[in-house]
């Protein structure tokens, strides 16, 4: 095969978007500051495995300059499970945890707020409610 | 360390590592060179934390380079080209004044 031909084949070639990164000129979306823009911040699981009795948002709610909380039962009724790329039927993933939470850190709810620190204050005075339920550690 | 921590010290960023305009120091450029970023978000972090390393220790070994970017997380590379690009970038500034028949 002539060189010219196949000159990305086995050849070292610099990545064009590199330069402006190592050059602090990278833009991502946490650079945009769009006027109004709501922030999220999520709720975690702090048990390996659960279920969630219930979520008491009240509180979150009731907070100066925060605008929603949304759960895992609210957002699955609106939306598709995600892709998983593994053939689990039985177990469609989605982003927020819908009744049982499969794994500590498991997103349990969505807070959107005025700024991310009021939602990350407001997550806290969410009242979830779970029962805890047996887990396994390793794959046997 | 905290942004408050700085106060009243000089403070360099990204940008400031950059020799002139459309120049790249020789940590940017090895970090190109070994493909030690993808997305680019913690670019900036590890390459001011290896500029700091090699300002104190211009002959790192693994261990100094791994704990120095410690601090620092990156999801895309595996960290093994960002370690590649700040030992290769500290054997060329080493080797700067090296008469070419001699370098690597």
Redesign the interface.
């Not at chain 1, 279920?51 to 009731?62: C, G, N, T």
């Not at chain 2, 010290?9 to 070994?34: H, K, N, R, W």
């Given at each position: 095969m002539s060189a010219d031909q196949h000159r990305f084949v086995s050849a070292d070639r610099r990545v064009r978007e590199d330069r402006r990164f190592v050059a602090g000129k990278g833009r991502f979306v946490a650079d945009i500051d769009l006027p109004d823009t709501k922030q999220v911040a999520l709720l975690t699981c702090p048990h390996a495995a659960a279920r969630i009795i219930s979520i008491d948002k009240r509180a979150a709610l009731a907070m100066p300059g925060v605008h929603y909380v949304l759960d895992g039962s609210e957002l699955a009724a609106a939306t598709l499970p995600l892709m998983t790329g593994l053939d689990t039927p039985n177990v469609p993933r989605r982003p927020l945890a819908v009744d049982i939470a499969r794994y500590s850190g498991e997103w349990v709810a969505a807070v959107v707020a005025d700024t991310r620190a009021l939602a990350e204050d407001a997550v806290e005075e969410i009242d979830v409610r779970y029962e805890p339920l047996p887990f396994v550690l390793d794959a046997e | 360390m905290f942004a408050p921590q700085a106060e009243g010290t000089p403070i360099t960023?990204?940008?400031g590592v950059?020799p002139g305009p459309g120049e790249?120091s020789p940590l940017?450029?090895a970090?190109?060179?070994t493909?030690g970023?993808q997305?680019?978000?913690c670019?900036?972090a590890m390459?001011l934390a290896a500029h700091a390393l090699l300002a104190d220790n211009p002959d790192p070994t693994r261990d100094d380079i791994v704990e120095a970017i410690s601090g620092n997380l990156c999801r895309c590379t595996g960290y093994a080209q960002i370690i590649e690009a700040i030992a290769l970038a500290a054997d060329r500034i080493r080797g700067r004044n090296r008469p070419s028949e001699l370098r690597r």
């Amino acid at each position: 095969m002539s060189a010219d031909q196949h000159r990305f084949v086995s050849a070292d070639r610099r990545v064009r978007e590199d330069r402006r990164f190592v050059a602090g000129k990278g833009r991502f979306v946490a650079d945009i500051d769009l006027p109004d823009t709501k922030q999220v911040a999520l709720l975690t699981c702090p048990h390996a495995a659960a279920r969630i009795i219930s979520i008491d948002k009240r509180a979150a709610l009731a907070m100066p300059g925060v605008h929603y909380v949304l759960d895992g039962s609210e957002l699955a009724a609106a939306t598709l499970p995600l892709m998983t790329g593994l053939d689990t039927p039985n177990v469609p993933r989605r982003p927020l945890a819908v009744d049982i939470a499969r794994y500590s850190g498991e997103w349990v709810a969505a807070v959107v707020a005025d700024t991310r620190a009021l939602a990350e204050d407001a997550v806290e005075e969410i009242d979830v409610r779970y029962e805890p339920l047996p887990f396994v550690l390793d794959a046997e | 360390m905290f942004a408050p921590q700085a106060e009243g010290t000089p403070i360099t960023t990204i940008e400031g590592v950059t020799p002139g305009p459309g120049e790249l120091s020789p940590l940017q450029d090895a970090f190109c060179e070994t493909h030690g970023l993808q997305c680019g978000y913690c670019t900036p972090a590890m390459i001011l934390a290896a500029h700091a390393l090699l300002a104190d220790n211009p002959d790192p070994t693994r261990d100094d380079i791994v704990e120095a970017i410690s601090g620092n997380l990156c999801r895309c590379t595996g960290y093994a080209q960002i370690i590649e690009a700040i030992a290769l970038a500290a054997d060329r500034i080493r080797g700067r004044n090296r008469p070419s028949e001699l370098r690597r």
